[in-house]
């Protein structure tokens, strides 16, 4: 799969269009093809968990307006945890390949409070093509 980028235009704060869609869709159909080949892998609720914790890290992030600058010096280094968090997974083959490879790229982009909110929302459109691709347990 390649590389998932966030932004058709990063300067301009222009999210790729085809972001919620199609490459949602794509890459939710590359994870549930890896669960296809080991059904210990990937399961929704093991996903669910990376994604809560996005959701959670994201809603902190956009939490009290006045202290955001020191906010985020708090937040940034917990997205970083989630490459160890995944990598942890994938050790007790919990989640793919394609998955880990998902969270550290991911994670790389991820500079501001901006960057996490678009990289949450993709996240749910994963989920949500992956309800329909992916197991059902």
Not at 97 to 116: A, G
């Amino acid at each position: 799969m390649p590389k998932i980028e966030f932004w058709k235009n990063r300067d301009k704060r222009v999210v790729d269009p085809r972001l919620f869609s199609s490459l949602a869709e794509n890459f939710a159909k590359d994870l549930a093809r890896d669960n296809r080949q080991n059904s210990k892998m990937n399961k929704r609720t093991q996903l669910r968990k990376f994604y809560d914790e996005v959701l959670r890290l994201d809603m902190e992030a956009r939490g009290q307006k006045d202290e955001k600058e020191d906010q985020w010096h708090r937040i940034l280094p917990l997205v970083h945890m989630l490459t160890a968090k995944a990598a942890y997974a994938k050790g007790r083959k919990l989640v793919s390949d394609t998955f880990l490879n998902f969270i550290k790229e991911s994670v790389e982009q991820i500079k501001d409070p901006e960057d996490l909110s678009v990289f949450a929302s993709f996240f749910e459109a994963v989920m949500g093509f992956y309800r329909y691709y992916g197991p059902s347990n």
